[in-house]
């Protein structure tokens, strides 16, 4: 099992910005080297339903955003420290959610280790 560590939520003004982090040893908890595929972030609203923000192929770096944060979220990677950034600026209320980071390791088929969560909850 991978374990990945996120950090970066908060609680913010409507038009400010977060840096949200992932960040991931490497290896599995059994020392095995973990390769990926791609790394994302999903968000979840109270009372809906998880969804699809952003995500990064880790090989080409090549970015997809969800329509709704495209001009104003930005997915990074920084190979050297397995880390994921999601920069999000122009916030709006309806950005307010539980984000989660996860990963598509090399052989599934879809995401398949998720991090904790971290809240961000932007006010008018």
């Known amino acids: 099992q991978v374990q990945l560590v996120e950090s970066g939520g908060g609680v913010v003004r409507a038009g400010e910005s977060l840096r949200l982090s992932c960040a991931h040893s490497?290896?599995?908890?059994?020392?095995?080297?973990?390769?990926?595929?791609?790394m994302g972030w999903f968000r979840q609203a109270a009372g809906k339903e998880r969804e699809f923000v952003s995500s990064i192929r880790w090989s080409g770096g090549s970015r997809y955003y969800a329509d709704s944060v495209k001009g104003r979220f930005t997915i990074s990677r920084d190979i050297v420290k397995n880390t994921v950034y999601l920069q999000m600026n122009s916030l709006k209320p309806d950005d307010t959610a539980v984000y989660y980071c996860a990963i598509q390791r090399v052989g599934a088929s879809n995401y398949d280790t998720w991090g904790q969560g971290t809240q961000v909850t932007v006010y008018s």
């Open positions: 490497g290896r599995t908890v059994s020392g095995r080297p973990v390769s990926m595929v791609a």
